[in-house]
């Protein structure tokens, strides 16, 4: 859970700011799982923090939602087309870069 924190750090994902009185915050959870070895060991721990976004309403705290997502199906087929090697590479940290109009808060 600190390193999830020091990466939303690190990368300014967010700032530590009073709650202003007018402000409707967007509630979060931790979710954690432990990932589990064939022979019934832990291999790791993992936290992720969950903005509960269905706290919002439609009109008055946003106006539109957007979600991209690419499928592996789609991907492979850019891979032959482009001639790109394959390579695998393990992501520690994702963020949604995203231009925001509103402030948020949670």
Not at 54 to 68: S, V
Not at 75 to 102: C, M, R
Request: aromatic fraction near 14%.
């Amino acid at each position: 859970m600190n390193k999830k924190l020091t990466a939303f750090q690190c990368t300014h994902t967010w700032d530590f700011v009073p709650l202003p009185t007018s402000a409707n915050p967007v509630s979060r959870k931790w979710i954690y799982k432990i990932k589990i070895k064939p022979d019934d060991s832990v291999e790791w721990h993992k936290a992720h923090l969950i903005a509960r976004g269905f706290t919002q309403e439609y009109g008055i705290d946003y106006e539109e939602t957007f979600a991209p997502m690419a499928k592996i199906t789609s991907i492979l087929a850019l891979v032959p087309a482009h001639q790109w090697p394959p390579y695998q590479i393990d992501v520690k940290n994702t963020f949604l870069n995203g231009d925001l109009s509103e402030v948020i808060y949670m």
